[in-house]
């Protein structure tokens, strides 16, 4: 299976309204949680049609050819594993992933931009180590002074993430859509239903 097949997700929101699948592996988890693991309706029934990936949970709203209607399929799980990635990389949306998306140096939330801690005008370098999400005004008003110059401290160390960390940071910031078929193969903090001994 060749890594565009597998990797090319919905990630604009306003495709989100027209009947996404969610792709799980075949353990059935999400290949990915941020963004998370979503096909257009169109490659999830091509792929089912060439026997890549089992549908177990369909929309409502149908397809018509002139042979052939098929449920559109809500989640479809591979028939053959994916082994996950076990090195990042090194992007500026795994960093702000990473950090969480909140500069690391007020927690702001707000319009981000990443900052070298060890500036490189004095010889820091562009890695996991050295660079940090930060808001455009601690930006400013850190420029190419040390943190202790500026009384600057970091919320967290800086370091490189392992894949199932991201993963699990991902999970923390949910879409904002979710269809109901997905909800069984997230767990978003929901809370569990549990039966009471009558």
């Not at 409502?60 to 209607?69: A, H, L, Q």
Request: proline share 7%; aromatic share 12%; hydrophobic share 35%.
């Amino acid at each position: 299976m060749n890594v565009e097949f597998r990797t090319n997700f919905v990630r604009e929101p306003q495709n989100l309204k027209h009947h996404p699948a969610l792709v799980l592996n075949a353990d059935y988890r999400p290949l990915s949680y941020y963004p998370l693991s979503l096909w257009p309706w169109q490659e999830a029934v091509k792929a089912a049609y060439l026997d890549r990936v089992d549908i177990i949970a369909e929309y409502d709203t149908v397809v018509r050819s002139p042979t052939t209607e098929i449920k559109i399929p809500s989640v479809v799980v591979l028939r053959d594993f994916v082994k996950p990635q076990k090195r990042v990389a090194f992007t500026r949306f795994n960093l702000f992933l990473r950090d969480e998306f909140s500069c690391q140096y007020c927690g702001d939330k707000g319009d981000l931009t990443f900052d070298h801690v060890i500036p490189r005008a004095r010889g820091g370098i562009t890695s996991w180590e050295n660079v940090v999400a930060a808001c455009g005004r601690c930006n400013l008003r850190k420029g190419s002074k040390t943190l202790k110059q500026v009384g600057f401290s970091l919320r967290k160390p800086v370091r490189v993430p392992t894949a199932m960390e991201l993963r699990n940071q991902g999970r923390k910031f949910p879409p904002n859509h979710l269809h109901h078929t997905w909800m069984d193969f997230l767990y978003w903090d929901a809370e569990l239903d549990t039966e009471l001994d009558g």
